[in-house]
């Protein structure tokens, strides 16, 4: 039996009533559970992290370069005049000195040359010798004792020119130095372009090499270089510049420098090739360390520590020396970076600094300058 409208309301309510009551406590223990303010999130965490103030360094350039070593002094002999070889007074690898006699040619026809030019000599100065003795008599003329100086003049030159042609049967030492082999030997018959041997002084060894026109306005007189010998490669040796070409190749773009070094202990030759290292100090850069540069899909960066927050800061990876990175990057001089705990940093990040490294020193003629890299490379 269907009960009256008038009734419904009064069986209806109580249930409604129940749920109202059981959803009071959840209601209010949701809101026991929720922050006072709902539009502020929790506080974020400083990251603790080691930084360093960034310091400059300047970028250095290495030049290698293939240069060829010459004597200070080098001649190659030849004989004066042809002639029959009669003695050979030295031997390869000789030290000679300036003037010493190294061939002798058959001289007998200079010889009796210049005993003729003496007697030629002392008849003109006894005919001269006579004519001023009558002089003040009047029976010579004034032009007869003019001739009478004039022939003995004449035969003094004679005499002069008999014992050069003399002494050019010996071949002579231009300078001091050592002598190289010779194909001469006695009895051998040479001319004038028979190379007799080479005559070097190697205590000071010249060193050409070709250079980088980028390089020129820094190969000045007396700057020191370092030179290796491919032959003896665990030694170097100290060299400084001793003049440069005056003019660039417009094909090669290089030129021409001349270095000087001592040959101490005789060591050096001439002819032998050197490898040239040139460390050239170019611009300034900022140095910072390597563990502080992160990779990334779009290529190296760091962290800058500006009023506590971690600012990430893209570079370009100029050159590596003793641990250090030389970057090209916008950061003053003084910059605080994050030195070590970068890795645990976003950009924006807050950071707590727990010690500061002092900056290291750097040699500034370290040797070298690492391969460049740029922004987009995937890894170190």
Not at 66 to 85: L, M
Not at 103 to 116: K, P
Not at 328 to 357: C, F
Request: proline share 7%; net charge negative.
């Amino acid at each position: 039996m269907p009960l009256p409208s008038d009734t419904l309301p009064s069986v209806l309510m109580p249930p409604l009533l129940f749920l109202r009551i059981a959803a009071l406590p959840i209601a209010l223990a949701l809101t026991a559970c929720a922050p006072d303010d709902v539009g502020e999130p929790p506080a974020e965490e400083a990251v603790t992290v080691t930084a360093q103030p960034v310091i400059y360094r300047p970028e250095q350039r290495e030049v290698e370069a293939i240069g060829t070593a010459r004597a200070q002094d080098s001649a190659e002999i030849y004989p004066e005049t042809d002639g029959r070889v009669t003695a050979v007074l030295f031997q390869g690898g000789d030290y000679v000195r300036s003037g010493d006699p190294l061939i002798r040619l058959d001289s007998r026809e200079e010889t009796l040359a210049v005993e003729l030019a003496k007697n030629a000599v002392r008849e003109a100065e006894q005919l001269l010798g006579r004519y001023r003795r009558i002089e003040d008599t009047g029976a010579l003329s004034e032009s007869q004792i003019e001739q009478g100086e004039t022939a003995l003049v004449s035969a003094q030159i004679q005499l002069r020119q008999a014992r050069l042609a003399l002494a050019n049967r010996t071949v002579r030492a231009p300078f001091s130095g050592n002598i190289g082999f010779t194909e001469v030997d006695v009895g051998d018959r040479i001319t004038t372009s028979t190379l007799i041997a080479q005559l070097d002084r190697r205590s000071v060894l010249f060193v050409d090499f070709q250079a980088p026109e980028s390089v020129y306005n820094a190969m000045t007189p007396g700057r020191a270089i370092s030179i290796t010998p491919y032959s003896m490669p665990q030694r170097t040796f100290e060299a400084e510049v001793r003049d440069r070409n005056t003019t660039i190749s417009s094909e090669e773009r290089t030129f021409t420098v001349r270095a000087r070094v001592p040959n101490t202990g005789d060591a050096l030759r001439p002819g032998m090739s050197f490898r040239i290292n040139l460390d050239l100090a170019g611009r300034e850069l900022p140095a910072v360390p390597e563990e502080a540069i992160i990779w990334g899909s779009d290529g190296a960066h760091l962290f800058r520590v500006v009023d506590g927050t971690a600012r990430r800061l893209p570079l370009t990876i100029v050159a590596r020396r003793e641990g250090l990175a030389l970057v090209d990057a916008q950061l003053p001089r003084g910059a605080t970076i994050i030195a070590k705990g970068a890795q645990k940093v976003r950009d924006g990040s807050k950071v707590e600094i727990v010690e500061t490294q002092s900056a290291p020193t750097v040699r500034a003629n370290k040797e070298g300058a690492a391969a460049r890299s740029g922004r987009g490379r995937a890894g170190p």
